[in-house]
């Protein structure tokens, strides 16, 4: 065995949109917090682009998620 190099077991496709939902969660409440907290036209148009790219992001997440368990 090389060094450094460890054992474990591949990462199933379903884990790693889990892992993608997840993370899609934490930056949209982040970007939710960054809205609330701009003055400026500017930044609130930014926030905006951002949370709808966010949640589009979430729907597909979700969706491939859902088809996965045939529901």
Do not use: W
């Not at 939710?32 to 951002?50: D, G, H, K, S, W």
């Amino acid at each position: 065995m090389a060094l450094g190099v460890s054992k474990r077991p591949p990462v199933s496709e379903r884990e790693i949109l889990l892992r993608e939902l997840s993370e899609t969660q934490e930056r949209l409440s982040e970007a939710n917090a960054r809205f609330n907290m701009a003055t400026q036209p500017e930044l609130i148009e930014q926030c905006v682009y951002e949370i709808n790219a966010l949640k589009a992001r979430h729907a597909y997440y979700i969706r491939v998620l859902r088809e996965e368990d045939g529901l």
